[in-house]
């Protein structure tokens, strides 16, 4: 298996556009994790999934952040408007569920200028 | 609200040292614990995972304990290598969420 596929790995954009991450979860892993990583807040836990469907967004910090899981092998994290401080790296993660251990993709690093 | 601090947030070894890194919880009930490696501008590599029910996890110059009812695990790293220097955290699982602690980094010194 590939691993957790992430793309894109960097991404600048401009305040104010949209942005889209996307994620590839390994196959047959059941949860689906987005975090982001900053040096002042270290990882948070934006949302996850549970068989495609949203357990727990109470990560999401604004209404400007939308994810969905369509299907099980495609998740996307949204941006809409994008804002400076939105700057980070964004990781995905999967894992066969809460006895198992989680495995990350590589990250997006998205700056907003 | 589970909570995970380490200590140090940084360390610096000369190569050969045997360290220990610490980790501690707020909250007893977790489900497991996982040790994570991540290097600069790259993801999270997982090291060791150990369930509530055990106490220790070895992979080669690794070993990590766990003490679930003190809140504790620790990260032993034998005869340490430059190849070593990187952040190191650990995460704790609850319910079906993983917590990370703030990290430690590590820089061993040829």
């Known amino acids: 298996d590939a691993g957790v596929i992430q793309s894109p790995r960097h991404e600048v954009t401009e305040m104010g556009q949209e942005v889209t991450l996307r994620c590839k979860p390994i196959?047959?892993?059941?949860?689906l994790f987005w975090y982001r990583q900053t040096m002042m807040r270290g990882l948070e836990l934006l949302i996850y999934?549970?068989?495609?469907?949203?357990?727990?967004d109470s990560g999401m910090p604004e209404d400007r952040f939308s994810a969905k899981m369509p299907n099980a092998s495609f998740s996307t994290l949204k941006i809409q408007p994008s804002e400076p401080r939105d700057s980070a790296v964004y990781f995905c993660?999967?894992?066969?569920?809460?006895?198992?251990?989680?495995?990350f993709g590589s990250g997006t690093r998205l700056t907003v200028v | 609200k589970q909570e995970v601090t380490q200590i140090p947030a940084a360390l610096s070894v000369p190569e050969g040292e045997n360290l220990v890194l610490n980790c501690s919880f707020t909250?007893?009930?977790?489900?497991?614990l996982q040790w994570f490696r991540q290097d600069p501008g790259k993801g999270l590599t997982s090291l060791l995972l150990?369930?509530?029910?055990?106490r220790e996890q070895t992979s080669g110059r690794l070993n990590a304990s766990l003490d679930k009812s003190s809140g504790r695990s620790t990260l032993y790293i034998a005869a340490s290598q430059p190849g070593d220097s990187a952040t190191y955290l650990c995460?704790?699982?609850?319910?079906?969420?993983?917590?990370f602690g703030t990290g430690t980094r590590l820089q061993v010194f040829p």
């Open positions: 993660a999967s894992s066969f569920g809460i006895n198992y251990g989680y495995t």
């Open positions: 196959s047959g892993h059941d949860y």
């Open positions: 999934f549970n068989n495609n469907v949203p357990i727990d």
């Open positions: 909250d007893s009930a977790i489900y497991n």
């Open positions: 150990i369930q509530s029910s055990q």
């Open positions: 995460a704790v699982s609850v319910t079906d969420k993983l917590i």
